[in-house]
Structure formats: structure tokens, C-alpha cells
């Protein structure tokens, strides 16, 4: 590590890194890379700028990747990037990723428990957090190791929130900064958390010369339980030429000021439809038009994972009801419904997966005829097959119940063949930038939204095709090497503010 400890003047640390490893039976590994738009902005710095992405182990395969590496990745595995993996005890790592990240603070930020039994936050969760502390630390100290004088460090997500403050005590002189991609919680949910707990997390990121936000609200609900937990003060000033809110903690807790940003993460437009035009793409196409059945048949298309919030049972039940409302459609459109399996390791994503294929199943066998299945769900996560789902797509059905963003209601404008009619959730974070030329729905009204796929469906070629351009042109308003060098450079020029 003799070279990293020289110093890497830029540095970003998350979870999940660019490159995983498989371990073969045979012992050999092999490297798969990631993607992304920290992967994107990571490559648009280049290579001569002296960075390194700080990472944890996943599997067994990182895990012996690191052991053969000393932690210090070939940087022919992650496409010219240095990477440094961390290999996090396994017990450690699954309380903090599982039992903390996964299962509370996702919960909390994305509004999904059943307040009359859960939380539950009892001495199991607090030996959980104790490993959610412990995860926390190694990625500051790797970083504190790896960073040299001033350096930038950008740290990602929920995962580690604890980073920012832990880094500052080691490394005053580091700027840095935290980017959150979930939603944040308001301050009334966010209380539901033990109150030791809240001043953590806020104080972790508070440790950062800036917090940086996908939209306007989520950064506005984040000033509003700094207020609550810490008594923050959130001073609301908006300079032409700056962020335009500061936080600064309290005298009891060595003041200093956080700036406040938001970066609305957008799609890769040159990417995506150089991808979505290759051999394999066109393949798929050509099978889900056969499976749709009929060039007079409309599709509406939704691409997500299994993840709670994102809200696929109710979208089925909103398919189903117009289908039993509006018979006219009936063996006029098909519902291509992507749901891929995610965190199956948690028995509440398992059972949430199975009851969205029951839904779909029900629904055929409801409304099915010999030459006509109303759903076409696909679980086997397929890039190449969602590409082809984004061009033909007639409507496309986004209605989460609380997202950070959503990238597909972006992308699927971007790449569409023909234009296709956005129905989106005003409860995700896109619906800042694209709620103007979206059909826009309350995602827990199934009435309504099963009206507003008949209005979709309903909508004029021509009206559709010029919401698609205009949806298209913002959603690439920020694409993600930009996002990133953006962030970097607003950091670059930050002043740490202490006392």
C-alpha cells in the first residue's frame, strides 16, 4: 500500500465497488466490472489524476481477491481504475450491510415499515449497529491511509453515513464530501430511530464540507432533522453563485459549517442508445414483440427490482383494474413487467418477490385467452432485454412509492423507438425534473392509476412523441460523468468552516 499511502488525491469510497470477483472451482478468479455514473465520472477525471476507489468485499470472491492482492486490486480487473478492497469480517459486515443498512436505514428512508410492529430496536439491533460502527471505521482509516494532503474524498450512501465525522477527526485537512442516492426520511419518520442513533447519522455526514442531495426535497427534509436531532442551525440563504443552504452544528459539538448541494443524477444518453442498438438488443426485441403478439397490441413496460419501494404489486392490481374497468383494452395491450429478485437474503424481499409472481399469475389465468397473456413477467435480470422492453415501449409504468430518483423513468425516454407516455410516481425523485410532460400518479390510488394507463394508452402519436423529446432533454440535463466532476469540482472549492 506504499503508493497509496503517498497519497491519491481524489478518492471515493461506497460499498460496492467497480470490479467483483467470481471464484472458480478450480481456484482461478475472474473479474466482472460495474457500471454507473461513479464509474462514469471516476473514468472522466482520466487516469493521470491520482485516484483511488475505496471498497468493501462482497463475496468470497472479493474476499479472496484481497487476501492474493494485499487489498490493492489489478487495475486491469477494474479497467484502469486503483482500487483498494477492504475485507470486513463477514459476521461484522452482514450486521452492518443486512441488519443496519439494509434493514433499517432503507427502511427509514424510503418510509416502508408497519408502524404497529416494527421497528423493534432492541439489544440485537444494537449489536448490529456496534458492526455498523466497525464498518463505518475501516473505511475511514483505509481512507485516512490512502489520502494525501487536501485531498478529495467523495463517500457514497446510506452505507456510510459514519464516514464523513470519523474521516474529519482523522484527517482534518481532507475535504470532504457525502452523496446520498436514497430519498431522506422526514423528520417525523427519521425520529422513529433511537435518538443516539439520529445524532449519529446526522453528525456523520455533518462531518463533510458538503452533503450533496439528488432533489430539493431530500436535501430539505435532511435540514429538517439536523434541526430536529441536533438543533442545527439551517441557515436558508440562496446566493446566485452558490449551494444555496449551510448547516452548522451546534458549539457543544466543534461547529463547522456543511454546505448543502443537489445533483439530479441524469442518464447516459450516448451510452444507452449505442448499447440498446447492438446485435443482442435487437434479438430481444424481436422475441418480446413475438411475445406480445399482435402489431396492433400496445405495451406497457416497467423494469425494476423486487425492492419494496418500488411499488410492482400495486402496479399489477392498477393493470388488473384496467383491464376489469375498460374492456375495450383487452387483448389490445400487454403488460411487460421486468421484476428482478433482489436481497433475497431478507425473508420480507423473498415473499414480496413471490406474491408479485402470484399477482402476475392470477391475472392470466383472470383475463388470459388462448391467443393473449395479459402479463409477460421476466425475473432473470437481462441488460440487453430491458433495452429492448425502453424502445418499445408504449407506456412506460414507474410508480414507486418513495425513490431516490429512478433512473429508468429517464432512460426509457431517452432510448424509446417511437415515443412513449411516462406514468410516473410524484413520490420519486424524477418527478423534480420530469413531472411537466409525465402523466403523474399518487402511487398508492389504484383507481388512478389504472386511469392514467388508459389515458397513456389513449394518448395521441404525436402529443406522446413530443412529451418524449422533452422528457428525454431533461432527463440528460446531468449525465453522470458530469454529476460526478461537478460534485468534485464544488468540493474543490470548498472551504472547510471550522468554529
Not at 494532503?149 to 477527526?169: E, K, N
Not at 459539538?253 to 456543511?258: A, F, L, N, Q, S
Amino acid at each position: 500500500m506504499a503508493s497509496e499511502r503517498s497519497g491519491a488525491q481524489v478518492l471515493v469510497a461506497s460499498n460496492r465497488g467497480p470490479v467483483s470477483y467470481a471464484l472458480g472451482a478450480d481456484g482461478a478468479l475472474s473479474a466482472k466490472r460495474g457500471g454507473g455514473g461513479v464509474v462514469s465520472g471516476l473514468s472522466a477525471i482520466g487516469a493521470g489524476a491520482d485516484a483511488v476507489w475505496v471498497c468493501a468485499a462482497l463475496g468470497d470472491g472479493d474476499r479472496e481477491a484481497v487476501r492474493r492482492s494485499g487489498g490493492a486490486l489489478d487495475p486491469a480487473d477494474s479497467g484502469g481504475q486503483r482500487v483498494r478492497m477492504l475485507d470486513i469480517p463477514a459476521d461484522v459486515y452482514t450486521d452492518a450491510y443486512n441488519g443496519v443498512a439494509n434493514s433499517v436505514l432503507w427502511f427509514v428512508h424510503h418510509m416502508l415499515y408497519q408502524t404497529p410492529v416494527e421497528p423493534v430496536f432492541d439489544a440485537e439491533f444494537r449489536a448490529q449497529w456496534a458492526s455498523y460502527e466497525t464498518y463505518n471505521a475501516a473505511f475511514a482509516d483505509a481512507l485516512a491511509d490512502a489520502a494525501a494532503p487536501s485531498a478529495a474524498v467523495l463517500v457514497q450512501d446510506y452505507h456510510l453515513a459514519l464516514v464523513p465525522g470519523m474521516l474529519r477527526d482523522r484527517r482534518p485537512d481532507l475535504r470532504i464530501a457525502h452523496f446520498s442516492h436514497t430519498p431522506w426520511a422526514p423528520p417525523e419518520y427519521f425520529a422513529m430511530l433511537p435518538d443516539d442513533i439520529q445524532r449519529k447519522l446526522v453528525a456523520g455526514i455533518l462531518g463533510a464540507d458538503q452533503a450533496n442531495f439528488l432533489t430539493q426535497r431530500w436535501m430539505r427534509a435532511f435540514m429538517g432533522c439536523c434541526d430536529r436531532a441536533l438543533g442545527a442551525d439551517c441557515d436558508a440563504y440562496w446566493p446566485r453563485d452558490a449551494d444555496p443552504y449551510v448547516v452548522s452544528t451546534p458549539p457543544e459539538r466543534k461547529p463547522r459549517r456543511t454546505r448543502l448541494g443537489v445533483y439530479g443524477l441524469g442518464a447516459d444518453a450516448g451510452f444507452l442508445r449505442e448499447r440498446a442498438h447492438r446485435p443482442d438488443v435487437e434479438e430481444r426485441m424481436a422475441t418480446l414483440r413475438e411475445q406480445i403478439g399482435g402489431t396492433d397490441r400496445k405495451a406497457i413496460v416497467r423494469v425494476d427490482r423486487t425492492e419494496l419501494s418500488k411499488n410492482i404489486v400495486r402496479g399489477l392490481l392498477a393493470y388488473r383494474r384496467l383491464l376489469a374497468d375498460r374492456p375495450e383494452w383487452r387483448e389490445r395491450v400487454v403488460h411487460v413487467a421486468f421484476a428482478y429478485p433482489s436481497r433475497q437474503d431478507l425473508a420480507v424481499y423473498r415473499e414480496y418477490t413471490a406474491q408479485v409472481g402470484r399477482l402476475a399469475e392470477e391475472i392470466n389465468a383472470e383475463y388470459g385467452t388462448a391467443d393473449w397473456q395479459p402479463v409477460e413477467l421476466h425475473v432473470k435480470d437481462d441488460f440487453a432485454r430491458s433495452l429492448a422492453a425502453y424502445r418499445l415501449a408504449d407506456v412506460a409504468l414507474v410508480n414507486p412509492i418513495r425513490d431516490g430518483m429512478n433512473l429508468v423513468a429517464k432512460e426509457i425516454p431517452v432510448v424509446s423507438d417511437d415515443g412513449c407516455a411516462l406514468v410516473l410516481s410524484r413520490e420519486a425523485g424524477a418527478y423534480e425534473e420530469l413531472g411537466k410532460d409525465a402523466i403523474v400518479i399518487n402511487p398508492y390510488d389504484i383507481t388512478a392509476t389504472a386511469d392514467a394507463l388508459h389515458t397513456a394508452l389513449s394518448m395521441e402519436h404525436g402529443e406522446r412523441a413530443e412529451r418524449t423529446k422533452r422528457l428525454a432533454s431533461a432527463a440528460t440535463a446531468l449525465p453522470p460523468a458530469q454529476w460526478f466532476l461537478d460534485q468534485l469540482q464544488a468540493l474543490k472549492g470548498a472551504e472547510g468552516a471550522e468554529g
